[in-house]
């Protein structure tokens, strides 16, 4: 829930920086002066205008992938920013037995989330595995199996 409001925050946080941005352009760029009688659309008529449309369309997608890059890098419970990213898996039985995949967990011990590196078997979404409790695992290591 936390981890959804997060993002929900961010992205309602770049909307409303790029209405912001939006605002602007349109205090700052005058109408387009009538040609003849024929008053000139704004868009695709009016060469500034258009690209000022094309660069507020790159900011904005470039913002909205910032976002989503960033918020699959968080830990699903407490949003710290995974770390140690290592590598499993090989590249030489990369089909079929041991497919490469990289790992990164949380610096509290959170969980491990595990994204596939190569999509051999159609989309592979990035699996996110939650580890319990720390005592708790210590205490399943000591206890003797039976
Ligand atoms: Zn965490």
């Known amino acids: 829930m936390k981890y959804w409001a997060y993002f929900a925050a961010k992205i309602a946080a770049t909307a ?3 209405s912001f941005v939006w605002y602007g352009m349109n205090r700052l760029m005058p109408d387009p002066q009538p040609f003849l009688r024929y008053r000139v659309g704004r868009f695709a ?3 500034p205008w258009t690209t000022a449309i094309l660069a507020f369309w790159l900011l904005s997608l470039g913002l909205l992938a910032v976002v989503i890059w960033d918020q699959r890098r968080r ?3 407490c949003l710290a920013l995974l770390r140690m990213p290592v590598e499993h898996g090989s590249w030489s039985m990369a089909t079929l037995f041991s497919p490469p995949r990289t790992e990164s967990i ?3 011990g959170h969980g491990t989330l595990e994204v596939p590196e190569i999509q051999s078997t159609g989309h592979n979404p ?3 595995h939650a580890h319990d409790d720390i005592w708790t695992e210590l205490e399943k290591l000591d206890t003797p199996r039976k």
């Open 45 to 47: 008529q009016d060469l």
């Open 126 to 128: 990035p699996a996110w």
């Open 75 to 77: 830990c699903r419970v």
């Open 106 to 108: 949380c610096p509290f």
């Open 16 to 18: 409303g920086f790029l």
